[in-house]
């Protein structure tokens, strides 16, 4: 099981995936905008996603869960 | 007139509180929750809290900014730039709540903000356009289609875009098909309005404006010219006033082209005509700005004119302070470094506290300050912490005194791009003059790469 964790605080501008969605390693999961500037937070793992714990406009902080994915 | 309402934040609030205060103009403000203890809010004679720091809960309730300045007794509305000020949906219930609006007419706010229309207006007036399509594009096979006729690399925007938000830069059919939903999402989300428009890409080129000036009994000046094109993201870094390497005669065109631009819409007050001049000194319009720019000291320092104060003479229904182009001269050079809570090799935000500011010895640079030490920089706004004025009788004077300001300047609790600006402002590429608008893009590639070797 991984975390995919935020990079920076921020708020949630898109949820790129769904639970049970297969996802490749480099695959955007969630787009934040901070700054005026867009972050996309990446998986580091393939697998499931196989849970989401944010949505969009969500305020989130760096290092917060945003996803879980098992590979 | 004599009290003021600033819609707005930051720099740009404190740069607005400064004018006011030499003319006797009291101020209000407003501010968010994450914006409390910022320097404009103590340096206001009333500050008023709008809400939590997401602007859509703050900087963005027209009706609740509007009903301050009411029951505030404000006799007008300056809105700086970004947030609401090329609204015109707000300009225009700030008039009916009888209230002036610091900025153009509402229509022209309205005309200028379309960036599809605005093409058309400035095509009619003879002021040459970037090739592109005239309408918005409804779908990606017409999208697709009229990529083809332009002709790649093209850029797809966000006809309501801005601030380098709304726009990618296009390869071809893949890259399109790729970004079209994605640019039409972000244009609804960012602007409200998702439509899009393409443009051809040029190439090899400069991002130069003028800034300009209108009032109320159709007098229309230029304030020359600034140089844009050090950009990251398609956001400006750097701006330098007059530019290099331009020739005369396109430095002649540029102004009569934005003159032309600005007359085609009867213009009062400020504006900037943006323009792309590509390789062959071709000059383009781009957008226009209905608003002060951030860059706007550049032209300060050199005409030696408070913008700010021109703002608001003709808000006051009075002629432009100079009304004859001759007697508007440029001094010198001036360049504005925007100091940005950002990685300076990546180029990502870099929120968090300033637990150390010492800009050094200020004498004869102008800090426009947003932040002092001890401020919280956070996520919510843009990065700009403030900007760095050099003024000199020469380029290679302002460079110079640049790179001894700026590599004293201590900041800490957060990353800055001033170590970029110490790296950059000795390479040959800005040394020489001659940039284009992909110079620090190529430039700090390059140092990447010295770097991992």
């Known amino acids: ?71 | 007139m004599d009290k003021i309402l600033i819609a707005n934040r930051g720099e740009i609030a404190l740069r607005i509180i400064k004018t006011c205060k030499r003319l006797g103009i009291s101020v209000v403000v407003v501010y968010s929750e994450a914006d409390v203890d910022m320097p404009f809010v103590k340096e206001a004679d009333e500050a008023f809290l709008l809400g939590p720091a997401q602007v859509q809960q703050s900087y963005l309730k027209a009706d609740d900014i509007i009903e301050i300045a009411v029951r505030t007794g404000a006799d007008a509305i300056h809105p700086g730039y970004g947030l609401l000020s090329e609204n015109a949906a707000f300009a225009r219930k700030v008039q009916e709540a009888g209230i002036r609006f610091i900025g153009p007419d509402v229509d022209t706010i309205e005309k200028m903000g379309d960036k599809i229309g605005s093409r058309g207006t400035m095509k009619a007036a003879g002021v040459p356009v970037v090739p592109g399509t005239d309408e918005g594009i409804a779908s990606l096979e017409d999208a697709i289609q009229a990529a083809i006729e332009i002709g790649y690399p093209i850029m797809l925007k966000a006809s309501a875009g801005g601030g380098g938000i709304g726009m990618v830069r296009c390869e071809d059919e893949q890259a399109l098909s790729q970004h079209f939903q994605s640019i039409k999402t972000r244009a609804k989300t960012y602007f409200g309005d998702d439509v899009v428009f393409l443009e051809k890409f040029i190439a090899n080129a400069r991002h130069i404006e003028v800034q300009i000036f209108g009032d109320n009994f159709g007098n229309v000046v230029h304030m020359f010219e600034r140089n844009c094109s050090v950009q990251r993201r398609n956001q400006k870094v750097i701006e330098e006033s007059p530019s290099p390497h331009l020739t005369e005669d396109t430095r002649q065109r540029l102004y009569k082209a934005a003159v032309d631009a600005a007359k085609a819409v009867s213009y009062k007050n400020a504006g900037t005509v943006e323009f792309i001049v590509d390789e062959n000194n071709e000059v383009y319009f781009l957008e226009m700005n209905t608003r002060l720019q951030v860059e706007h000291p550049v032209t300060e320092e050199v005409t030696g004119f408070d913008l700010v104060e021109w703002q608001i003479e003709i808000v006051k229904g009075n002629k432009l302070p100079v009304i004859n182009q001759d007697d508007i001269k440029s001094k010198g050079h001036a360049i504005e470094f925007r100091i940005y809570a950002e990685d300076p090799i990546k180029f990502m935000p870099s929120p968090g506290t300033i637990k150390k500011l010492d800009w050094g010895d200020t004498t004869g640079i102008r800090v426009d300050h947003g932040y002092i030490e001890g401020g919280k920089v956070t996520p919510f706004y843009d990065p700009l912490i403030s900007k760095v004025i050099v003024h000199a009788q020469t380029r290679e004077e302002a460079i110079r005194k640049s790179v001894a300001f700026l590599s004293k300047v201590e900041i800490e609790g957060l990353k800055t791009n001033i170590p970029l600006f110490n790296k950059f402002l000795e390479s040959e590429e800005f040394i020489a003059g001659d940039y284009l608008t992909s110079v620090l893009t190529t430039w700090s590639a390059k140092q990447k790469e010295e770097m991992t070797k």
């Open chain 1, 1 to 71: 099981m991984t975390q995919v964790k935020s990079t920076m605080a921020g708020t949630v501008f898109t949820v790129n995936v769904a639970v049970g969605e297969e996802v490749a390693v480099g695959q955007v999961i969630v787009v934040l905008e901070s700054m005026k500037m867009e972050i996309p937070i990446e998986a580091e793992t393939a697998g499931k996603v196989t849970a989401i714990n944010v949505k969009v406009g969500d305020f989130v902080n760096e290092e917060d869960v945003l996803a879980t994915v098992e590979g």
